[in-house]
């Protein structure tokens, strides 16, 4: 069995409760293999969860120049970083599951 994920930044939802209380991977000796690699993300994107979630071992396979869309009209606040924050209002809630969050 192959169960693929990302545990650094979202941990394994098991639905049995008794499960996971056991800590049943662990207990089966399931060790975890993280790729060090990323594909989808921009290296200026990547860099934060690089950082914060990796210890900085996250390696881009990508290079910015991959990643810039032609006939794409907008203008970025840094055209080198195609990124930007937009503050939203609202409220965070605990979905009725009980483990996870909606916006």
Request: proline letters at 7%; one cysteine or more; glycine letters at 8%.
């Amino acid at each position: 069995m192959i169960l693929v994920g990302d545990h650094c930044q979202l941990g394994p939802v098991v639905m049995c409760k008794k499960a996971a209380k056991a800590g049943l991977l662990v207990v089966l000796g399931i060790r975890p293999i993280r790729l060090q690699v990323q594909y989808r993300m921009h290296p200026a994107l990547s860099a934060f969860p690089s950082n914060i979630f990796y210890e900085g071992s996250l390696q881009n396979g990508v290079t910015a120049a991959d990643r810039i869309k032609k006939g794409f009209d907008f203008q970025w606040p840094q055209p080198d970083k195609p990124m930007f924050f937009y503050v939203t209002q609202g409220q965070e809630e605990i979905a009725s599951s009980g483990t996870s969050y909606l916006n």
